[in-house]
């Protein structure tokens, strides 16, 4: 039995996040993803002022006629959401922990595609595979996805950030928007990364408390790893320590920065301590202006 309390919980977000999918999302989502999608139909003779990129080379081969490919908007689209539930997102300085962040964003785009007859997915990950749910319809199917996102205790506590784009590229056949949310605390899923952005419109949604960005000078501070458990002592009043502790975020932020330009992502930036809506927006309005 689920307790009362998760019940209210969904309920609150059905409730805040239907108003701004209706309000603000609806008309955006569907300008920037409704299209994206496209299946082959037939094969047809090639006339002039057809793209030639569409030429069916195999049927042209055989038949000694240029041949090209007819493509149909596809009819639905499939919205994945690859959600880190590892301990880190257990971090939070604002008014929120990253993890609730994540969880509100993860219902304003479940509402979103299910506006627009779309299916969604769900993969929680830590490094391991902690839950998938596959794609479906329906606002039953958006309820029980935000359930599990509240109620289920992750096994392990670690990240891999690899493993849930290996894995998305496994389970799905055709092409989906895949929304891959974390604070992208890790290294070693540029290639992984790569490969799915060639079969699916990744989108990766960073988000970030403003103390793992600048370290306040407040003394002896007992700092531990969410996810390791590993404890240590620090000075925060050291200028020193504090200096290099912003170097090493900058040098982490301007590597990310490359690996998401170098493949072509677009990215979305979400700091716990600023409205995430505005940031949603900026990037539907981008990608609305782009297609």
């Known amino acids: 039995m689920i307790p009362k309390e998760i019940f209210r919980k969904i309920r609150r977000l059905d409730i805040r996040t239907n108003k701004v999918v209706k309000d603000i999302f609806s008309g955006k989502y569907h ?4 299209g994206r999608g ?20 195999n049927v042209t081969a055989r038949t000694g006629e240029p041949y090209v490919k007819i493509f149909e908007e596809e009819r639905e689209l499939t ?34 595609a299910i506006d627009n007859n779309d299916l969604v997915g769900l993969i929680m990950f830590t490094d391991k595979i902690e839950r998938c749910i596959m794609p479906k319809k329906g606002k039953r199917h958006v309820l029980r996805i935000l359930r599990e996102l509240l109620y289920f205790k992750p096994e392990d506590t670690q990240t891999d950030l690899a493993l849930p784009l290996d894995y998305l590229n496994k389970i799905t056949k055709r092409s989906a928007i895949a929304f891959m949310i974390s604070d992208f605390i890790g290294e070693g899923y540029e290639k992984a990364m790569a490969v799915t952005a060639k079969k699916h419109d990744l989108v990766p949604i960073v ?26 002592l620090i000075d925060t009043s050291d200028p020193q320590l504090r200096s290099k502790f912003g170097l090493n975020v900058s040098e982490a932020q301007l590597k990310r920065e490359k690996v998401f330009k170098s493949i072509g992502v677009d990215k979305i930036d979400i700091r716990i301590d600023k409205p995430y809506i505005d940031e949603l927006i900026a990037f539907f309005k981008k990608r609305a202006a782009r297609y």
Do not use: H, Q
């Open 31 to 34: 300008s920037v993803f409704k």
């Open 38 to 57: 496209m299946e082959f139909t037939e094969v047809r003779e090639y006339v002039v002022g057809d793209d030639i990129r569409n030429i069916d080379w």
């Open 79 to 112: 919205v994945m959401l690859m959600v880190d539930v590892s301990s880190s997102g257990e971090f939070g300085t604002a008014t929120s922990m990253k993890r609730d962040i994540a969880l509100e964003i993860c219902a304003l785009l479940a509402f979103s």
């Open 207 to 232: 988000i970030t408390d403003p103390r793992e960005l600048e370290m306040p000078g407040i003394g002896l501070v007992e700092m531990e790893d969410a996810e390791t458990g590993t404890t240590v």
